[in-house]
């Protein structure tokens, strides 16, 4: 059973040793969760799995993406959504 949830916002993943990994969060640096898993092969598909689902990550993969399929179109693939103009889904943004 579960003993709890973590929102995984501003937070930092980090690998600290063979098979243990932890959480800190970058608002608060002493809070910090440690993680130990069976084996490093499952400790790092945690690490990459849990540093590829943060809303950075994501947001950089979607402008790459939207930038690759304008060079090839010509078109960008958010105008049909009319959300193309929205400064998250821009270069430079930064989430707020």
């Known amino acids: 059973q579960p003993i ?8 930092k ?7 243990i990994f932890s959480i800190s969060f970058i608002e ?3 809070r910090k969760y ?14 990459e799995a849990l540093r590829r689902a943060s809303y950075e ?3 950089r993969s979607l402008i790459f993406y939207r930038n690759e399929i304008q060079k090839m179109t010509g078109k960008d693939p958010l105008e049909q959504y009319g959300i193309s103009e929205e400064a998250r889904f821009q270069l430079g943004a930064h989430r707020q």
């Open 4 to 11: 709890g949830a973590l929102l995984l916002e501003h937070c």
């Open 57 to 59: 990550f994501l947001r």
């Open 34 to 47: 440690c993680f130990e898993c069976a084996t490093e092969e499952q400790c790092q598909e945690w690490v």
């Open 13 to 19: 993943i980090t690998k600290e040793e063979e098979n």
């Open 28 to 30: 608060e640096p002493e």
